[in-house]
Nanobody, 121 residues
Framework: QVQVVESGGGVVQPGGSLRLSCAASGRIFSISINDMGWYRQAPGKERESVAT???????HYAGSVKDRFTISRDNAKNTVYLQMNSLKPEDTAVYYC?????????????WGQGTQVTVSS
């Protein structure tokens, strides 16, 4: 069974920074983890993709966070990070991590339970 756990959320003032971490564990091989990334969902809004990163390091960002957020990963630790700088109140949301993992049955997406990020003065 695969487990995905996020951490690093909290309350920060506008303009501040947070670093989210997400680790995948279980009966998996690190090499089996393909894309990893982050979604977020604010109250009353659709869940949206924030950033993704391939195993090889190719990244994609939502236009609203580009140049402010940086996604990275440590394949040996099965961990993905999201460095969030210049945070704005509109970044307030629950942030969810996912990992796409391939096995003999094909790809499966695994999700964390979410971590709350609140940007407020």
């Amino acid at each position: 069974q695969v487990q995905v756990v996020e951490s690093g959320g909290g309350v920060v003032q506008p303009g501040g920074s947070l670093r989210l971490s997400c680790a995948a564990s279980g009966r998996i091989f690190s090499i089996s983890i393909n894309d990893m990334g982050w979604y977020r969902q604010a109250p009353g809004k659709e869940r949206e993709s924030v950033a993704t990163i391939s195993r090889g390091g190719n990244t994609h960002y939502a236009g609203s966070v580009k140049d402010r957020f940086t996604i990275s990963r440590d394949n040996a630790k099965n961990t993905v990070y999201l460095q969030m700088n210049s945070l704005k109140p509109e970044d307030t949301a629950v942030y969810y991590c996912y990992a796409r993992i391939y096995d003999d049955y094909g790809p499966s997406d695994y999700w964390g339970q979410g971590t709350q990020v609140t940007v407020s003065s």
